[in-house]
């Protein structure tokens, strides 16, 4: 059975690069939304085993969803993305209720593969 993902980005060029690159490797993209309100409704009715979270949302932040989604009870693994490293958010990333950070330049198959194994 192929893994799930719910790719959440405001960013229309990057999820469809996203999306064919994942596709392809073997992923199938049930969902994807522009915004955090959006996303939180899309992980409820679609309950993917991935969801692919960008920082930088126009209304709630990454952070902010990751942590709904885990008070929530959701098993879905979090991974949170940004064209900014981890880093560059000081200690927030590994503070944050994700499962685990990918850097967009970084995004691979394989890198996500090791996430849901882990």
Known sequence: MRPTIL????????????????????FDVIGEATDGATALAAAARLRPDLVLLDIGLPDL????????????GGRERIVLISGREAADYGGRVERSAADGFIAKQDLSAERLREMLAS
């Open 61 to 72: 932040d990454g952070f902010a969803v990751a942590t709904t989604l885990r008070d929530r």
């Open 7 to 26: 790719m959440v980005d405001d960013h229309d060029g990057f999820r469809a690069r996203a999306r064919v690159m994942l596709e392809r490797a073997g």
